[in-house]
């Protein structure tokens, strides 16, 4: 490959009307990604470019963007991997626009605060002032993990059809969340979960399109994780839920003495 | 649980559709004889099981069609007091039609 075309989204709010397509030339890197290409962009030719990132290596999940029409992370997506000299980019769909490739994660933390992220422990004391691990077996410890591999980039949001057009329904983030820690062990927060879940445009709106599960850069699986909530939701209505006695607190460890013995010091 | 449990009912209607529109079906359409003549009319018309019938298969049809359309006319961002008139829309809507599908086949078993 030579150079690139990089189009580019621009829109400053109060000056533009509407979104328009920017056109620059990049030169062709082994290896480097289309945030790099944007990083080229605002060092060398236009430094009002604005577009968020930070770890650059697919962690933070900050650099989410539109990139030839597919929803990714611009850290995360070499340009040869496109397969074109063509690189389009544009904000993500489903989230207002702050500036230029900056969308508004305003509504994913917000519906994602709603799901009472975060494990609810019937220990308050515990909770407060922790004295050891809670103890979880490997196979409770599977049956969530990967959906603790979120990043909330919104990737997945961006990508739902029915968040595109339903802006109230909560969306494969949150639906997520919230069944990964429903079915956290140490958590008993799963009624408080369902009632949110359980609202008109709750849960029952996923249409298991699957796009969110294509979009997600880390291999999460959101439409697993609504369709899993659906049949805990069920069985809960129907009182056919287990109940499950919530993770017990592993006793303190004992003092223990060093394994080896520390040699005294040979120069006092 | 509301949501959940109009969900479930949507399930069991669906489900409940699919044999009860499938023995419509295999009766009107693919038995031997003519479903259609006066004979055939009149002796189901006058059947408590074919009455019985008819009425679940209403029930079961008004249930889920106007849940589906339901959740369609949801997918508007609709805010939650505009859920509540949809809702008791549905509900009058319902009710009125379930009203004439009961008022049909009663009609023609006591008249028959």
Known sequence: MQDLSFKVQRYLPGKDKKPYIQEFTVPFRQGMTVLDGLIYIKENIDNTLSFRSSCRMGICGACGMLINNFPMLACHTPVEELETARVEVRSLPNFAIIRDLVASLDPLFEKHKSIKPYVISPDLKEAEEPIAEFLQSPDELESYVQFAYCVKCGLCMAACPTVATDALFLGPQPLGQAYRYCTDRRDTGAKERFREADSPHGVWLCHLAGACSEACPKGVDPALAIQLLKRAMVFDSLRLRKKRTPASVAQPPAESKPKIDVPEFTVK | ?112
């Open chain 2, 1 to 112: 649980m509301k949501e959940t449990q109009l969900k479930i009912l949507q399930y069991i209607s669906g489900i409940g559709l699919f044999f009860f529109v499938g023995a419509h079906l295999l009766v009107s359409h693919l038995s031997s004889g003519d479903p259609t003549t006066w004979e055939s009319v009149l002796g189901r018309a006058t059947s408590s099981g074919w009455l019985a019938f008819y009425i679940i298969l209403s029930i079961f049809g008004i249930y889920h069609g106007l849940h589906g359309l339901r959740t369609i006319i949801l997918e508007f961002s609709l805010p939650n007091p505009a859920v509540k008139v949809l809702d008791w829309s549905l509900l009058a809507v319902g009710l009125t039609v379930f009203g004439y599908a009961l008022y049909i086949p009663i009609n023609a078993f006591i008249v028959g």
